[in-house]
Nanobody, 119 residues
Framework: QVQVVESGGGLVQAGGSLRLSCAAS????????MGWFRQAPGREREFVAD???????YYADSVKGRFTISRDNAKSTVYLQMNSLKPEDTAVYYC?????????????WGQGTQVTVSS
């Protein structure tokens, strides 16, 4: 069982930056792939970025070049550095953990943190 807790959301002006953190419980954090997803009002939840346990990263096209995902296994924490934020990045951001038993399937989810980008 893994528990994840997001933090770092807030209100920022367009063009600004935020860094989200996701702290995970459990002794096997390094074996999990970690992902960030987001859901805007009235829209489906969408993939933002993930980082495999090997360190390989993937990004949605909409955030590529602006967002960076990273992990610190010693702290059992994954980060999402968000730069050049746009109003369309406004959403609740969720962190999730995957054991990779089923590739791409995330078993554990946090409660989310709100990111609001004003124009």
């Amino acid at each position: 069982q893994v528990q994840v807790v997001e933090s770092g959301g807030g209100l920022v002006q367009a063009g600004g930056s935020l860094r989200l953190s996701c702290a995970a419980s459990g002794r096997t954090f390094s074996r999990y792939s970690m992902g960030w997803f987001r859901q805007a009002p009235g829209r489906e939840r969408e993939f933002v970025a993930d980082i495999h346990w090997s360190g390989i990263t993937y990004y949605a096209d909409s955030v590529k070049g602006r967002f960076t995902i990273s992990r610190d296994n010693a702290k059992s924490t994954v980060y999402l550095q968000m730069n050049s934020l746009k109003p369309e990045d406004t959403a609740v951001y969720y962190c999730a953990a995957s054991s990779d038993k089923v590739p791409g399937e995330y078993e554990y989810w946090g409660q989310g943190t709100q990111v609001t980008v004003s124009s």
